[in-house]
Protein backbone atom coordinates (compact mmCIF):
# COMPACT_ATOMS: atom_id res chain seq x y z
CA UNK A 1 0.00 0.00 0.00
CA UNK A 2 2.95 2.41 0.54
CA UNK A 3 4.99 0.99 -1.70
CA UNK A 4 5.39 2.37 -5.29
CA UNK A 5 3.09 0.61 -7.68
CA UNK A 6 4.59 -3.14 -9.12
CA UNK A 7 6.07 -2.52 -12.42
CA UNK A 8 4.50 -5.87 -14.99
CA UNK A 9 7.74 -8.29 -14.75
CA UNK A 10 8.37 -11.87 -15.20
CA UNK A 11 11.62 -13.69 -13.11
CA UNK A 12 13.35 -16.67 -14.56
CA UNK A 13 10.75 -17.48 -17.33
CA UNK A 14 8.58 -19.18 -13.95
CA UNK A 15 6.84 -16.53 -11.79
CA UNK A 16 4.82 -13.61 -12.85
CA UNK A 17 3.76 -10.52 -10.73
CA UNK A 18 0.69 -10.98 -9.29
CA UNK A 19 -0.75 -7.49 -10.12
CA UNK A 20 0.81 -7.07 -13.36
CA UNK A 21 -1.44 -4.19 -14.33
CA UNK A 22 1.32 -1.97 -12.37
CA UNK A 23 -1.70 -0.99 -9.76
CA UNK A 24 -2.25 -2.42 -6.18
CA UNK A 25 -5.87 -3.59 -5.21
CA UNK A 26 -7.96 -0.36 -4.28
CA UNK A 27 -9.32 -1.31 -0.51
CA UNK A 28 -12.78 -0.16 -1.81
CA UNK A 29 -12.27 -2.59 -4.99
CA UNK A 30 -14.52 -5.53 -3.89
CA UNK A 31 -12.84 -8.03 -6.64
CA UNK A 32 -9.29 -7.78 -7.40
CA UNK A 33 -8.40 -6.91 -11.07
CA UNK A 34 -8.76 -9.84 -13.23
CA UNK A 35 -7.33 -8.70 -16.75
CA UNK A 36 -4.09 -8.90 -18.24
CA UNK A 37 -2.21 -10.91 -15.27
CA UNK A 38 -1.57 -14.50 -13.75
CA UNK A 39 -3.86 -15.45 -11.49
CA UNK A 40 -5.12 -18.06 -9.13
CA UNK A 41 -7.65 -19.80 -10.81
CA UNK A 42 -11.24 -20.73 -9.10
CA UNK A 43 -10.78 -24.25 -8.21
CA UNK A 44 -12.10 -24.59 -4.59
CA UNK A 45 -16.32 -25.83 -5.35
CA UNK A 46 -18.10 -26.38 -2.85
CA UNK A 47 -17.12 -29.94 -1.80
CA UNK A 48 -13.16 -28.84 -1.75
CA UNK A 49 -14.41 -25.76 0.50
CA UNK A 50 -16.08 -28.17 3.09
CA UNK A 51 -13.20 -30.26 3.41
CA UNK A 52 -10.75 -26.95 3.67
CA UNK A 53 -12.74 -26.46 6.77
CA UNK A 54 -13.71 -29.77 8.33
CA UNK A 55 -10.03 -30.90 6.91
CA UNK A 56 -8.62 -27.94 9.07
CA UNK A 57 -10.72 -27.74 11.90
CA UNK A 58 -10.15 -31.74 13.03
CA UNK A 59 -6.53 -31.75 13.96
CA UNK A 60 -4.89 -34.11 16.49
CA UNK A 61 -7.00 -32.01 19.40
CA UNK A 62 -10.61 -34.18 19.73
CA UNK A 63 -8.25 -37.49 19.45
CA UNK A 64 -5.68 -36.78 22.01
CA UNK A 65 -6.46 -33.89 24.39
CA UNK A 66 -10.11 -32.90 25.24
CA UNK A 67 -8.68 -33.14 28.94
CA UNK A 68 -7.94 -29.18 29.47
CA UNK A 69 -11.86 -28.72 29.37
CA UNK A 70 -12.64 -31.24 31.62
CA UNK A 71 -9.84 -30.10 34.19
CA UNK A 72 -10.82 -26.29 33.86
CA UNK A 73 -14.84 -27.13 34.30
CA UNK A 74 -14.56 -30.15 36.63
CA UNK A 75 -17.30 -31.83 35.98
CA UNK A 76 -18.71 -34.39 32.44
CA UNK A 77 -21.73 -32.32 32.43
CA UNK A 78 -20.23 -28.86 32.20
CA UNK A 79 -17.48 -30.40 30.45
CA UNK A 80 -20.08 -31.47 27.28
CA UNK A 81 -21.78 -28.22 27.70
CA UNK A 82 -18.33 -26.55 27.01
CA UNK A 83 -17.99 -28.17 23.81
CA UNK A 84 -21.87 -27.48 22.72
CA UNK A 85 -21.70 -23.61 23.68
CA UNK A 86 -17.85 -23.27 21.89
CA UNK A 87 -19.24 -25.02 18.59
CA UNK A 88 -22.47 -22.68 18.74
CA UNK A 89 -19.99 -19.72 19.30
CA UNK A 90 -17.86 -21.16 16.51
CA UNK A 91 -20.70 -21.00 14.21
CA UNK A 92 -21.47 -17.76 15.10
CA UNK A 93 -18.23 -16.92 13.97
CA UNK A 94 -17.92 -18.83 10.94
CA UNK A 95 -21.27 -16.63 9.79
CA UNK A 96 -20.08 -13.62 10.28
CA UNK A 97 -16.67 -14.47 8.26
CA UNK A 98 -19.76 -15.87 5.54
CA UNK A 99 -21.08 -11.97 5.12
CA UNK A 100 -17.64 -10.50 4.76
CA UNK A 101 -16.48 -12.85 2.34
CA UNK A 102 -19.30 -12.49 0.34
CA UNK A 103 -19.47 -8.60 0.94
CA UNK A 104 -15.32 -8.55 0.31
CA UNK A 105 -14.71 -10.98 -2.46
CA UNK A 106 -10.16 -10.89 -2.01
CA UNK A 107 -8.44 -12.94 -0.36
CA UNK A 108 -6.45 -12.98 2.67
CA UNK A 109 -9.07 -13.84 5.72
CA UNK A 110 -8.24 -12.01 9.16
CA UNK A 111 -6.09 -9.64 7.51
CA UNK A 112 -7.98 -8.36 4.30
CA UNK A 113 -10.90 -7.85 6.57
CA UNK A 114 -9.02 -5.36 9.34
CA UNK A 115 -7.41 -3.73 6.27
CA UNK A 116 -10.88 -2.67 5.01
CA UNK A 117 -12.37 -2.03 8.11
CA UNK A 118 -9.12 -0.31 10.06
CA UNK A 119 -6.90 0.42 7.97
CA UNK A 120 -3.31 -0.73 6.83
CA UNK A 121 -1.75 -0.51 10.45
CA UNK A 122 -3.70 -2.78 12.69
CA UNK A 123 -3.96 -5.40 9.62
CA UNK A 124 0.06 -5.29 9.30
CA UNK A 125 0.58 -6.15 12.92
CA UNK A 126 -1.76 -9.12 12.03
CA UNK A 127 0.44 -10.15 9.60
CA UNK A 128 3.85 -9.92 10.89
CA UNK A 129 2.36 -12.06 13.58
CA UNK A 130 0.90 -14.66 11.93
CA UNK A 131 4.22 -14.77 9.58
CA UNK A 132 6.70 -15.02 12.39
CA UNK A 133 5.35 -16.98 15.53
CA UNK A 134 0.98 -18.23 14.93
CA UNK A 135 1.63 -20.33 11.92
CA UNK A 136 5.31 -21.65 11.97
CA UNK A 137 4.48 -22.87 15.53
CA UNK A 138 1.62 -23.70 14.90
CA UNK A 139 2.54 -25.79 12.11
CA UNK A 140 5.09 -27.43 14.19
CA UNK A 141 2.79 -28.39 16.76
CA UNK A 142 0.26 -30.40 14.57
CA UNK A 143 3.07 -31.31 12.56
CA UNK A 144 4.83 -32.78 15.93
CA UNK A 145 1.49 -34.83 16.90
CA UNK A 146 1.68 -36.33 13.10
CA UNK A 147 5.56 -37.65 13.47
CA UNK A 148 4.43 -38.74 17.25
CA UNK A 149 1.33 -40.37 16.43
CA UNK A 150 2.75 -42.45 12.53
CA UNK A 151 5.62 -43.64 14.50
CA UNK A 152 3.35 -44.85 17.19
CA UNK A 153 2.46 -48.52 15.57
CA UNK A 154 6.62 -49.18 15.50
CA UNK A 155 7.32 -48.24 19.30
CA UNK A 156 4.21 -49.97 20.47
CA UNK A 157 6.65 -51.63 23.60
CA UNK A 158 9.01 -48.59 23.81
CA UNK A 159 9.27 -44.96 23.88
CA UNK A 160 9.30 -43.08 20.93
CA UNK A 161 12.58 -40.87 20.15
CA UNK A 162 12.42 -37.44 20.04
CA UNK A 163 14.74 -37.39 17.48
CA UNK A 164 12.70 -39.73 15.15
CA UNK A 165 9.80 -37.61 15.53
CA UNK A 166 11.19 -34.33 14.45
CA UNK A 167 13.11 -35.99 11.68
CA UNK A 168 9.84 -37.72 10.62
CA UNK A 169 7.83 -34.33 11.21
CA UNK A 170 10.00 -32.72 9.06
CA UNK A 171 9.78 -34.60 6.51
CA UNK A 172 5.80 -34.31 6.97
CA UNK A 173 6.19 -30.61 7.12
CA UNK A 174 8.11 -30.33 3.90
CA UNK A 175 5.89 -32.78 1.82
CA UNK A 176 3.21 -29.89 2.01
CA UNK A 177 4.96 -27.65 1.54
CA UNK A 178 5.80 -29.47 -1.47
CA UNK A 179 2.24 -30.43 -2.42
CA UNK A 180 1.19 -27.15 -2.11
CA UNK A 181 3.52 -25.35 -4.26
CA UNK A 182 2.93 -27.91 -7.15
CA UNK A 183 -0.88 -27.76 -7.71
CA UNK A 184 -3.75 -26.00 -6.59
CA UNK A 185 -6.45 -29.15 -7.37
CA UNK A 186 -4.06 -31.77 -6.02
CA UNK A 187 -3.82 -30.09 -2.49
CA UNK A 188 -7.56 -29.92 -3.05
CA UNK A 189 -8.21 -33.84 -3.78
CA UNK A 190 -5.93 -34.66 -0.77
CA UNK A 191 -7.23 -32.59 1.32
CA UNK A 192 -11.21 -34.44 0.89
CA UNK A 193 -9.14 -37.59 0.74
CA UNK A 194 -8.06 -36.53 4.63
CA UNK A 195 -10.95 -35.07 5.27
CA UNK A 196 -12.95 -38.19 4.76
CA UNK A 197 -10.50 -39.98 6.64
CA UNK A 198 -11.13 -37.71 9.79
CA UNK A 199 -14.66 -38.61 9.48
CA UNK A 200 -13.90 -42.30 9.35
CA UNK A 201 -11.83 -41.67 12.57
CA UNK A 202 -14.26 -39.97 14.21
CA UNK A 203 -17.30 -42.71 13.22
CA UNK A 204 -14.79 -45.42 14.87
CA UNK A 205 -15.23 -43.68 17.90
CA UNK A 206 -18.02 -42.44 18.17
CA UNK A 207 -20.27 -45.78 16.47
CA UNK A 208 -19.12 -47.92 19.41
CA UNK A 209 -19.89 -45.14 21.96
CA UNK A 210 -23.39 -45.09 20.75
CA UNK A 211 -23.81 -49.30 21.26
CA UNK A 212 -21.82 -48.52 24.90
CA UNK A 213 -25.10 -46.18 25.57
CA UNK A 214 -27.65 -48.85 23.96
CA UNK A 215 -26.24 -51.52 26.12
CA UNK A 216 -26.85 -49.00 29.46
CA UNK A 217 -23.16 -47.67 30.72
CA UNK A 218 -24.09 -44.43 31.53
CA UNK A 219 -22.72 -44.65 35.15
CA UNK A 220 -20.01 -41.74 34.45
CA UNK A 221 -23.19 -39.35 33.31
CA UNK A 222 -24.65 -39.79 36.63
CA UNK A 223 -24.65 -36.57 38.49
CA UNK A 224 -22.60 -35.58 35.30
CA UNK A 225 -22.66 -31.74 37.00
CA UNK A 226 -21.36 -32.70 40.03
CA UNK A 227 -17.66 -32.79 40.96
CA UNK A 228 -15.03 -29.69 41.43
CA UNK A 229 -16.64 -26.63 40.91
CA UNK A 230 -15.98 -24.30 37.50
CA UNK A 231 -13.83 -21.75 39.16
CA UNK A 232 -13.71 -17.96 37.05
CA UNK A 233 -10.27 -18.43 36.47
CA UNK A 234 -10.97 -22.12 34.76
CA UNK A 235 -13.51 -21.30 32.91
CA UNK A 236 -11.78 -18.98 30.25
CA UNK A 237 -9.07 -21.32 29.81
CA UNK A 238 -11.11 -24.36 29.26
CA UNK A 239 -13.33 -21.83 26.22
CA UNK A 240 -9.93 -21.52 25.73
CA UNK A 241 -9.52 -24.98 24.61
CA UNK A 242 -12.74 -25.52 23.07
CA UNK A 243 -12.37 -22.27 20.83
CA UNK A 244 -9.21 -23.89 19.38
CA UNK A 245 -10.34 -27.07 18.61
CA UNK A 246 -12.86 -25.77 16.62
CA UNK A 247 -10.71 -23.11 14.93
CA UNK A 248 -10.48 -23.76 11.39
CA UNK A 249 -13.60 -22.23 10.43
CA UNK A 250 -11.99 -19.10 9.13
CA UNK A 251 -9.81 -21.06 7.00
CA UNK A 252 -12.37 -20.85 3.46
CA UNK A 253 -11.92 -16.78 3.58
CA UNK A 254 -7.79 -17.17 3.22
CA UNK A 255 -9.02 -18.43 -0.37
CA UNK A 256 -11.72 -16.48 -1.31
CA UNK A 257 -10.32 -15.58 -4.95
CA UNK A 258 -10.50 -18.76 -5.48
CA UNK A 259 -13.63 -20.42 -4.75
CA UNK A 260 -16.22 -20.78 -7.62
CA UNK A 261 -19.72 -18.87 -7.07
CA UNK A 262 -18.59 -17.56 -3.77
CA UNK A 263 -21.56 -15.66 -2.77
CA UNK A 264 -23.04 -19.09 -2.59
CA UNK A 265 -20.31 -21.78 -2.30
CA UNK A 266 -19.07 -19.91 1.37
CA UNK A 267 -22.03 -19.79 3.24
CA UNK A 268 -23.02 -22.92 2.61
CA UNK A 269 -20.01 -24.73 3.06
CA UNK A 270 -19.24 -22.85 6.33
CA UNK A 271 -22.78 -23.76 7.71
CA UNK A 272 -23.16 -27.65 6.32
CA UNK A 273 -18.94 -27.87 8.08
CA UNK A 274 -19.66 -26.61 11.47
CA UNK A 275 -23.07 -28.60 12.00
CA UNK A 276 -20.83 -31.57 10.87
CA UNK A 277 -17.95 -30.50 13.20
CA UNK A 278 -19.96 -29.60 16.38
CA UNK A 279 -22.45 -32.60 15.90
CA UNK A 280 -19.17 -34.68 15.72
CA UNK A 281 -17.45 -33.55 18.78
CA UNK A 282 -20.00 -33.49 21.04
CA UNK A 283 -20.84 -37.23 20.01
CA UNK A 284 -17.17 -37.96 20.80
CA UNK A 285 -17.11 -37.00 23.79
CA UNK A 286 -20.26 -38.34 24.79
CA UNK A 287 -18.44 -41.59 23.52
CA UNK A 288 -15.48 -41.12 25.96
CA UNK A 289 -17.00 -41.25 28.96
CA UNK A 290 -19.08 -44.55 27.89
CA UNK A 291 -15.89 -45.99 28.27
CA UNK A 292 -13.90 -43.80 30.38
CA UNK A 293 -14.21 -42.23 33.90
CA UNK A 294 -13.39 -38.18 34.49
CA UNK A 295 -10.58 -39.48 36.35
CA UNK A 296 -9.22 -41.63 33.66
CA UNK A 297 -9.67 -39.53 31.24
CA UNK A 298 -7.57 -36.72 33.27
CA UNK A 299 -4.96 -39.28 33.70
CA UNK A 300 -4.80 -40.25 29.91
CA UNK A 301 -1.72 -38.87 27.51
CA UNK A 302 -4.33 -40.08 24.34
CA UNK A 303 -7.61 -40.40 25.06
CA UNK A 304 -8.83 -41.80 21.57
CA UNK A 305 -6.04 -44.04 22.06
CA UNK A 306 -7.05 -45.24 25.58
CA UNK A 307 -10.77 -45.34 24.46
CA UNK A 308 -9.73 -48.01 21.46
CA UNK A 309 -7.57 -50.26 23.60
CA UNK A 310 -10.49 -50.89 26.11
CA UNK A 311 -13.22 -51.69 23.56
CA UNK A 312 -11.16 -53.03 20.08
CA UNK A 313 -8.24 -54.48 21.30
CA UNK A 314 -6.32 -55.26 17.98
CA UNK A 315 -8.00 -52.84 15.99
CA UNK A 316 -6.93 -50.46 18.29
CA UNK A 317 -3.42 -49.78 16.45
CA UNK A 318 -5.62 -48.44 13.61
CA UNK A 319 -6.19 -44.96 15.49
CA UNK A 320 -3.13 -43.34 15.48
CA UNK A 321 -2.59 -44.03 11.73
CA UNK A 322 -5.88 -41.74 11.58
CA UNK A 323 -5.08 -39.38 14.49
CA UNK A 324 -1.70 -38.85 11.98
CA UNK A 325 -3.66 -38.34 9.15
CA UNK A 326 -5.84 -36.00 10.69
CA UNK A 327 -2.89 -34.20 11.76
CA UNK A 328 -1.52 -34.21 8.07
CA UNK A 329 -4.73 -32.57 6.75
CA UNK A 330 -4.37 -29.31 9.61
CA UNK A 331 -1.15 -28.82 7.97
CA UNK A 332 -2.13 -29.40 4.86
CA UNK A 333 -5.10 -26.81 4.94
CA UNK A 334 -3.32 -24.66 6.70
CA UNK A 335 -0.58 -23.71 4.98
CA UNK A 336 -3.01 -23.55 1.70
CA UNK A 337 -4.70 -21.19 3.39
CA UNK A 338 -2.60 -19.13 5.16
CA UNK A 339 0.01 -18.52 2.22
CA UNK A 340 -3.05 -16.73 0.55
CA UNK A 341 -2.89 -14.38 3.39
CA UNK A 342 0.72 -13.39 2.76
CA UNK A 343 0.11 -13.16 -0.83
CA UNK A 344 -2.80 -10.62 -0.27
CA UNK A 345 -0.10 -8.98 2.43
CA UNK A 346 2.54 -8.77 -0.54
CA UNK A 347 -0.11 -7.36 -2.62
CA UNK A 348 -0.75 -4.56 -0.97
CA UNK A 349 2.95 -3.57 0.06
CA UNK A 350 3.04 -4.91 3.61
CA UNK A 351 5.43 -7.86 2.53
CA UNK A 352 8.29 -8.16 0.36
CA UNK A 353 7.02 -8.00 -2.93
CA UNK A 354 8.16 -11.67 -4.06
CA UNK A 355 5.29 -13.16 -1.95
CA UNK A 356 2.79 -11.67 -4.42
CA UNK A 357 4.13 -13.58 -7.56
CA UNK A 358 2.58 -16.59 -9.33
CA UNK A 359 3.76 -19.32 -10.99
CA UNK A 360 3.14 -19.21 -14.29
CA UNK A 361 2.55 -23.11 -14.78
CA UNK A 362 1.74 -24.21 -11.83
CA UNK A 363 -0.74 -21.25 -10.73
CA UNK A 364 0.14 -21.90 -7.12
CA UNK A 365 1.72 -18.74 -4.94
CA UNK A 366 4.99 -20.40 -4.42
CA UNK A 367 7.30 -17.88 -2.53
CA UNK A 368 4.41 -17.73 0.00
CA UNK A 369 4.36 -21.11 0.68
CA UNK A 370 7.97 -21.55 0.57
CA UNK A 371 8.55 -18.77 3.11
CA UNK A 372 7.03 -20.67 5.70
CA UNK A 373 8.93 -23.80 5.51
CA UNK A 374 12.55 -22.29 7.28
CA UNK A 375 10.70 -20.58 9.78
CA UNK A 376 8.65 -23.74 10.81
CA UNK A 377 11.59 -25.41 10.83
CA UNK A 378 13.23 -23.38 13.34
CA UNK A 379 10.21 -24.06 15.62
CA UNK A 380 10.33 -27.32 15.23
CA UNK A 381 14.10 -27.63 16.56
CA UNK A 382 14.32 -24.72 19.07
CA UNK A 383 12.17 -24.17 22.33
CA UNK A 384 8.67 -24.99 23.60
CA UNK A 385 6.27 -24.72 21.33
CA UNK A 386 3.37 -25.45 23.63
CA UNK A 387 3.94 -22.62 25.71
CA UNK A 388 4.70 -20.24 23.01
CA UNK A 389 1.29 -21.21 21.55
CA UNK A 390 -0.08 -20.28 25.05
CA UNK A 391 1.98 -16.49 24.53
CA UNK A 392 0.45 -15.88 20.99
CA UNK A 393 -3.40 -17.45 21.72
CA UNK A 394 -4.99 -14.74 23.08
CA UNK A 395 -3.51 -12.68 19.81
CA UNK A 396 -5.59 -14.86 17.68
CA UNK A 397 -8.73 -14.24 19.42
CA UNK A 398 -7.88 -10.52 19.94
CA UNK A 399 -7.78 -10.26 16.28
CA UNK A 400 -10.86 -12.35 15.33
CA UNK A 401 -12.87 -10.55 17.75
CA UNK A 402 -11.50 -7.30 15.94
CA UNK A 403 -11.89 -8.58 12.50
CA UNK A 404 -16.03 -8.94 13.49
CA UNK A 405 -16.49 -5.99 15.03
CA UNK A 406 -14.97 -5.02 12.29
CA UNK A 407 -18.25 -6.32 10.36
CA UNK A 408 -20.50 -3.76 12.65
CA UNK A 409 -18.35 -1.19 11.95
CA UNK A 410 -18.29 -1.66 7.91
CA UNK A 411 -22.47 -1.80 8.45
CA UNK A 412 -22.48 1.88 9.24
CA UNK A 413 -19.29 2.91 7.29
CA UNK A 414 -20.60 1.63 3.92
CA UNK A 415 -24.02 0.56 4.28
CA UNK A 416 -24.11 0.56 0.57
CA UNK A 417 -21.53 -2.04 0.24
CA UNK A 418 -23.62 -5.37 -1.36
CA UNK A 419 -24.46 -8.27 1.32
CA UNK A 420 -25.22 -11.30 -0.82
CA UNK A 421 -25.35 -12.93 2.78
CA UNK A 422 -26.30 -10.91 6.10
CA UNK A 423 -26.30 -12.26 9.54
CA UNK A 424 -28.80 -10.42 12.65
CA UNK A 425 -26.83 -7.67 14.03
CA UNK A 426 -27.08 -9.62 17.61
CA UNK A 427 -24.25 -12.28 15.92
CA UNK A 428 -21.36 -10.53 15.10
CA UNK A 429 -22.38 -8.04 18.48
CA UNK A 430 -21.94 -11.39 21.18
CA UNK A 431 -19.32 -13.07 19.37
CA UNK A 432 -17.29 -9.93 19.47
CA UNK A 433 -17.80 -9.66 23.05
CA UNK A 434 -16.97 -13.15 23.80
CA UNK A 435 -13.63 -13.00 21.75
CA UNK A 436 -12.33 -9.71 23.86
CA UNK A 437 -14.33 -10.69 27.39
CA UNK A 438 -11.98 -14.33 26.87
CA UNK A 439 -8.77 -11.97 26.02
CA UNK A 440 -9.39 -10.20 28.88
CA UNK A 441 -9.94 -13.13 31.61
CA UNK A 442 -7.32 -14.91 30.05
CA UNK A 443 -4.97 -11.49 31.48
CA UNK A 444 -5.91 -12.12 34.60
CA UNK A 445 -6.04 -15.52 34.90
CA UNK A 446 -2.26 -15.98 33.03
CA UNK A 447 -0.72 -12.43 33.08
CA UNK A 448 2.46 -13.68 32.30
CA UNK A 449 2.26 -15.80 29.41
CA UNK A 450 -0.38 -13.50 27.81
CA UNK A 451 1.94 -10.15 28.88
CA UNK A 452 4.46 -12.21 26.91
CA UNK A 453 2.36 -12.42 23.69
CA UNK A 454 1.34 -8.87 23.85
CA UNK A 455 4.36 -7.84 23.88
CA UNK A 456 5.43 -9.86 20.79
CA UNK A 457 2.59 -8.46 19.44
CA UNK A 458 2.86 -4.79 20.29
CA UNK A 459 6.64 -5.68 17.85
CA UNK A 460 4.53 -5.37 15.00
CA UNK A 461 4.20 -1.24 15.02
CA UNK A 462 7.56 -0.13 15.17
CA UNK A 463 8.16 -3.04 12.23
CA UNK A 464 5.29 -1.27 10.08
CA UNK A 465 6.96 1.83 10.90
CA UNK A 466 10.19 0.88 10.07
CA UNK A 467 9.42 -1.41 6.93
CA UNK A 468 6.15 0.73 5.63
CA UNK A 469 6.08 3.80 6.19
CA UNK A 470 9.48 5.09 6.33
CA UNK A 471 10.54 6.30 2.78
CA UNK A 472 14.17 7.17 2.73
CA UNK A 473 15.80 3.57 3.42
CA UNK A 474 19.47 2.75 2.20
CA UNK A 475 19.85 1.36 -0.96
CA UNK A 476 20.69 -1.80 0.32
CA UNK A 477 17.88 -1.83 2.90
CA UNK A 478 15.49 -1.07 0.02
CA UNK A 479 17.08 -4.14 -2.45
CA UNK A 480 16.75 -6.29 0.84
CA UNK A 481 13.20 -5.90 0.95
CA UNK A 482 12.80 -6.43 -3.00
CA UNK A 483 11.57 -3.15 -3.66
Request: charged share 15%.
Amino acid sequence: MFRKAAVPMVSNGSYLQGQANGKLSSMDSRQPAQEGKVVLKKKVTLLRGISIIIGTIIGAGIFISPKGILKNTGSVGMSLTVWTVCGILSLFGALCYAELGTCIKKSGGHYTYILEAFGPLPAFVRVWVELLIIRPAATAVISLAFGRYILEPFFMQCEIPELAIKLITAVGITLVMVLNSTSVSWSARIQMFLTFCKLVAILIIIVPGVIQLIKGETQHFENAFAGNDASVMGLPLAFYSGMYAYSGWFYLNFVTEEVENPEKNIPLAICISMIIVTVGYVLTNVAYFTTISAGELLLSKAVAVTFAERLMGSFSLAVPVFVALSCFGSMNGGIFAVSRMFFVASREGHLPEILSMIHVRKHTPLPAVIVLHPLTMIMLFNGDLYSLLNFLSFARWLFIGLVVAGLIYLRYKRPDMPRPFKVPLFIPALFSFTCLFMVALSLYSDPVNTGIGFAITLTGIPAYYLFIVWDNKPKWFRKLLGK
